[in-house]
């Protein structure tokens, strides 16, 4: 038996080495071809190993490259993995082939098995879970973020950490003229007011000068999202036989999961007693009382479902957000212009009390709620920046899409939400520059409409944000006080371009300066 289990672990080996290699040597020719020829763009369908080199050979600037892609090719086109694989993809930026998927045929399109492996760290949860399952725990988690006492709290984390976190840090930074790194800051930021409603105790990661517990906890959801991002794109039998063997990214992935699992057990101790506070609600609370989550396991599982959904969605966008709008300084120019009036009213009524204090302005959400210029801002760079760049689904049974593509079972299909805010026939000629001023009404004074299915930031159809209401109005109590009280800078040289992963972080951080203003 030993014996044979070596071969099997030999023969495992010299599958993937001759994968390796077979995948490689079909790269190095594609790009070798694709130099020698500019106009090239739909990728190359090989024999026995299908359209995989050709996507791996793209896998630098992936998204734009997908985007070109898809631009030539009608919004749609089919990909086929290695033989005996099993990867049949349908990629699509089709408005009407989103609104079939997601909505009018929904229940042909589940997430899927596969799906739910290989996000295996949250399976059985409402992000991978279809049918009962899935509406159970959307039931729960509506009411959890529809409780008042749980949004004011959220509300008061948020002004809070901008208070006392957010904003003494620029003021430090721009007094020093010292650049700093956005995207961290921005992640630590969403990671204090993300954890605190769940736990009631705050884990002060943005004030921590040697954050260890943050830098690890963030390590490891990034690496489930860029381990995830390998595992859509190989076979299931390839990263499987690596988990088995415990090496490359699936060994990564299993010190992510300890991290994670731990993290949530030690803030769950932590969590202070409810009697010091009993009008307080915490989304643990809720979570863990609800019959829908009895098991223990599933209870930890929902935890990080919770704080991947807000640290992963507002804690990616906002980097993007500062970029364009350190690029853009009359769209700064109008966002204050907005916030003047509110800025006015505070100033007069600190006057009318005597008071000496700062001069630093912070907007409550009430007073954000409806600046629409604001909101438009946000939604722009949503556009052009989606935190989640990639949908997946799977096919039940045949269909025939609106754009006439026919679907077998089986196949899986993509959603490129990126290459969507891309396309020239959705958005129109200036679809790649940053311009607010595409979502409002005419008079400037109200948002357009843009179906979901068009702009899928917040998801569309049955499986809707239902964090989307919050997430905005995070969003701008924190990109208000920042774009008020501070004009900020981009350092030049860095380059600026997405990591490789399920979320559409930045690779490389975001290098910026702040000088606090006048």
Known sequence: MAALQAMALSASQVVVICTLLI?????????????????YLYPMDWPVVGMLPALVA?????????????????????????????????????PENVR??????????????????????????IFTADGDAWRQQRAMFQSLLSNPRLLALMASCCRDKVVNGLVPFLTHMGSTGTPFDMQDLITRLVFDLTATPIFGVDPGCLS??????????????????????FRHTVPASFWKVMRWL???????????????????????????????????????????????????????KLLIVYMIAGRDTVGTT?????????????????????????ASLKATALASNGST????????????????????????????????????????????????????????????IYAMGRMEA??????????????????????????????????????????????????????????????MEVLEGQSIEPKLSCLLQLKNGLMMRVKQRE
């Open 23 to 39: 995948v490689s040597l079909c790269c190095m020719y594609i790009k070798f071809w694709s130099r020698r020829n500019p106009l």
């Open 58 to 94: 793209r896998i630098h600037n992936f998204h734009d490259k997908l985007t070109a892609i898809l631009a030539a090719s009608g919004c749609n086109f089919k990909a086929q993995g290695p033989v005996g694989s099993g990867i049949r993809f349908f990629i699509t930026s089709d």
């Open 100 to 125: 079939h998927i997601y909505t009018s045929n929904h229940a042909n399109y589940p997430k899927g098995e596969e799906f739910a492996d290989i996000f295996d760290i949250i399976s059985d949860t």
């Open 208 to 229: 921590c000068s040697m954050p260890s517990t943050h830098v690890a906890v963030a390590t490891a959801m990034d690496t489930i999202m860029q381990v995830g991002l």
């Open 246 to 300: 415990n090496i490359g990214p699936e060994r990564k992935l299993a010190v992510a999961h300890t991290v994670l699992h731990g993290f949530v057990r030690e803030m769950a101790e932590k969590t202070k007693p409810r009697c010091a506070n009993l009008d307080e609600v915490l989304a643990m609370d809720i979570i863990c009382s609800d019959p829908v989550c009895s098991d223990d396991f599933l209870q930890s």
């Open 318 to 342: 906002l980097p993007w957000v500062f970029y364009n709008l350190a690029k853009n300084p009359g769209v700064v120019s109008c966002i204050r212009k907005e916030l003047a009036p509110a």
């Open 357 to 416: 204090s700062s001069s630093m302005v912070i907007f409550d959400t009430e007073e954000t709620k409806g600046l629409v210029y604001l909101q438009a801002a946000l939604f722009e760079s949503l556009r052009l920046y989606p935190p989640g760049p990639l949908e997946r689904k799977v096919v039940l049974a045949n269909d025939v899409l609106p754009s006439g593509h026919q679907l077998c079972s089986g196949e899986t299909v993509l959603m490129s």
């Open 426 to 487: 959705l958005w129109g000629k200036d679809c790649h520059e940053y311009r607010p001023e595409r979502w409002l009404s005419d008079d400037g004074t109200k948002l357009r409409y843009v179906p979901s299915h068009k702009f899928m930031a917040f998801n569309t159809g049955p499986r809707m944000c239902l964090g989307k209401d919050i997430a905005i109005a995070q969003m701008k109590t924190i990109v208000a006080a920042v774009v008020w009280n501070f004009d």
